[in-house]
């Protein structure tokens, strides 16, 4: 009977040579969007998991700094889209749904957006009359700098309505090819891979088993208000 670290081990390995091999511009966005994800896979370095992260409800489960949000378990939306990111990729590892073209080129580009490179695909599919409307609220400059624009990007959301796009110059623009090298070195990448290689979760909100943001908050919550001094 194998265990469940060569499930996981098996799945991943189906995973990767289901990716197309290298990013190629003749690609489509979505084939190159999925290759994106070998840079989960690609790390050199032999898997070590991390010393345990102390854990503590009074702790962002993402990123283990102070938080007291009694609405939130995470400290910042971008704690909850990385937590978010990490234990969906192992629940669709878990389940094999990652084997999909689909599942791999959402993934893919969400991916690319927390590294920072922002979201090529969904740029591409921007409107002709959403890009209109931003041009004229902007007369062609950028919406950060008032530098000539280049070109039009999604801000924050992913939407893309004119309230959620800005138009941007070379300088301001954040969105990168896939492919491009910027990310294969960021600490955040190689965080994310750690946590989707491991064979159990690293953190209670990696695991798409037993997670329960409620039942966190609800022991956060009970924490605070056993502190605060009775008036009897
Ligand atoms: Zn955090
Ligand atoms: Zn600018």
Redesign the pocket.
Known sequence: MRGIIEIISDSINQLKTSLPAICDANLSLEDQARSALHLLFDSKTEFKPPATPSESFQLCPNCGTPSESLSSPYCSEICRDQAAFVRQFRNAIATDSILTSEKQTVFGERLWWLLGGGLPIREARIPESAKRQVIKRCAS???????P?VTIENFGSGCNRPLHLRA??????KTKPFGDPAFSQSPLLKDLSQRINAPTALRSCDDPQNWDWRAFLAERRSSVTSQIPSNQ
Not at 168 to 173: F, G, H, I, P
């Open positions: 400059k950028c919406e950060f700098c008032a530098a624009m941007v110059c070379a300088n301001c623009s």
